[in-house]
C-alpha cells in the first residue's frame, strides 16, 4: 500500500520559514501528480498548490511568491519550501499524491482534492 508520510512541521515566528518533506512509499508518484493541502481549525480543507508529471506547479494566492513546491525523485520525496510564513499560515499540512501522468489530470485532480494517496498531516504554528 502507498504511503506519504510528512515531517518537518513545527513551529515559527511570523517571517520565518519552514521545509516540509513528504516522503512516499510503495509505489512511486514523485513523477506524477503531487500536492499540498491544508486545513485550519474550523475550517475548509484548501489547496496550497501542486506539481504535476511534467514539473509545473501551480500555486494558491494566497501562498504565491512565497511558497516553493519540488520534488526530489531519486528519494520519492516531495518538498514544500514555506518563506515569509504568516499567522495565517497556521494550519494542519497534508501531502497527497495520484498516478496521473497527464499535466491536465493533475489540475483536475487537484481542483477537486481527489488525489488518491494521502498523507497523515504535519503541523504548522506560525506566531505573531
Known amino acids: 500500500q502507498v504511503q506519504l508520510v510528512e515531517s518537518g512541521g513545527g513551529s515559527v515566528q511570523a517571517g520565518g520559514s519552514l521545509r516540509l518533506s513528504c516522503a512516499a512509499s510503495?509505489?512511486?508518484?514523485?513523477?506524477?501528480?503531487m500536492g499540498w493541502f491544508r486545513q485550519a481549525p474550523g475550517k475548509e480543507r484548501e489547496g496550497v498548490g501542486y506539481?504535476?508529471?511534467?514539473?509545473?506547479?501551480n500555486y494558491a494566492d494566497s501562498v504565491k511568491g512565497r511558497f516553493t513546491i519540488s520534488k526530489d525523485n531519486a528519494k520519492d520525496t516531495l518538498i514544500l519550501q514555506m518563506n515569509s510564513l504568516k499567522p495565517e499560515d497556521t494550519a494542519m499540512y497534508y501531502c497527497a499524491a495520484d498516478p496521473v501522468y497527464l499535466g491536465s489530470w493533475c489540475r483536475s485532480v487537484y481542483s477537486r482534492a481527489g488525489f488518491r494517496y494521502w498523507g497523515q498531516g504535519t503541523q504548522v504554528t506560525v506566531s505573531s
Open positions: 506539481i504535476d508529471s511534467e514539473g509545473i506547479t
Open positions: 510503495g509505489y512511486t508518484y514523485s513523477s506524477s501528480c
